[in-house]
């Protein structure tokens, strides 16, 4: 595929499985640098699965609008993987809930972060 940008808006996954399976193939996608997700539920396995794959994706640019992290470790594992991305230059975080446990993190990590946040 050569996708390079892609925007899901209130995308919800129902159970772990496809949310597990949707993480996969946005992490598969070697083109892709430029990724907005808006609203919705992708749900703890997605954050898992971002952050296994974290340090192989291409992202250059993320938008997270209206973000919800819906358990403490869907927050870790989220800004671990914001961490991990080694091309992501660009961050914007808008509105949601990502949990003490995402800022928690991001704190602790925040010396090696090299994005430029808006």
Known sequence: MQIQTLELDYHECPTPASSHHLSEALCSMPNLTNLTLEGGDLGEEFHSTL????????????????????????????????????????????????????????????????????
């Open 51 to 118: 952050k296994a794959k974290a340090s192989s994706i291409q992202i250059q640019t993320l938008e997270l609008d209206y973000h919800e992290c819906p358990t403490p470790a869907s927050s870790h594992h989220l800004s671990e993987a914001l961490c991990s991305m080694p091309n992501l230059t660009n961050l914007t975080l808008e509105g949601g809930d990502l949990g003490e446990e995402f800022y928690s993190t991001w704190k602790a990590k925040a010396s090696s972060i090299q994005v430029c946040v808006y």
